[in-house]
């Protein structure tokens, strides 16, 4: 038994059409919680315990510390969150509904890190949220059974915030012998460390996150998926916060299922597919799910970028007008 579920993974005919491929997605984000983290996360907890862990210690008010806290309830085994400031309460009311004690502490995310770790006892297992091969073997679960669902894919697509969902991808990718198989790892214009990372050769610290895609915010990503992109075939492409809205809108509308912007994200990426992998008929997009955005929450996003889209739209036809008529 394992804490996570084996997740279905179904044929998009919505999205087959409007790409003219054959999309896959695989539905991660019906983890019991939310999200494709509980792989990782459970995984690693179960190994904690088995060596002795008596706390489950993590810094995150986002997927991760609701997926430890998750674990820990379930191993029978007490969970301490830490949260930064500016985690919101229902954030920290749903880590709290997992029995989980939440501690707020640090301004930023680096803060509250630092804090949950020089809080660390004996008998205490610190559990990162992507930097720990404990994760990335847990992740790789998900290759694993989308190599028994269905023939090989041409394109894996995945987003990525910090790289442990990607490191995971790739290590399932190896252990089933898909080795040769590309993949397309997105992030948010605001987001994109891991882009920063491949241009310099190395990760670096953005100086700061600005996207509604939060689960995408780590400032800097593991050493790991630098590495990797060596290694494996990888492609990395950024999509603007509309575009990841609108994935999140077509996963509700289409498949009636609620995600984050960071899991949006992937399905926007879809658009870049012909630039980048022209030849890809066959595509698995892993839909990683999140419990961050609430169903108003993304028609409030929604709405907006709509309303941010009429107005561009007026105006440059307020320009071709303009221009017409000054035509002689
Ligand atoms: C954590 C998370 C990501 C990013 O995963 P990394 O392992 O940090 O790259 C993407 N989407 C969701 C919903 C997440 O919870």
Redesign the pocket.
Known sequence: MTLHIETPLIKSRALSLKTDRTVLLKL??LQPS????LR?VGFACEEHKRRGARRFVAASG???GYAVAYAGRELGIPVTVVVPQTTSARAKALIRGEEADVVVHGASFAESNAYALSILGEGDAYLH??DDPL?WEG?ATMVEEIARQTERPDLLV???????????VIEGLRRVGWNDIPVLAVETDGAAS?NEALKAGEPVTLPKIQSV?T??G?NK?SAR?VALAKEHPVRNCLVTDAEAIQGSVTLLEEHRLL??P??G?SVAALAQVPQHFPNAQRIVVIA?????TTSQQLLEWSDFCRLEGDQIGASRSNEVKASESQHP
Not at 34 to 37: I, N, R, T
Not at 158 to 168: F, H, M
């Open positions: 991660e984000g939310g999200s494709f983290k990782g986002g997927n991760a949220a992507f994760l992740h995945c987003s990525v915030g910090g790289g442990g969902l990607l490191a995971g891991y895609a689960s995408l780590a990503v998926i995600t984050e960071a899991c994200a990683c799910g999140g419990v961050g």
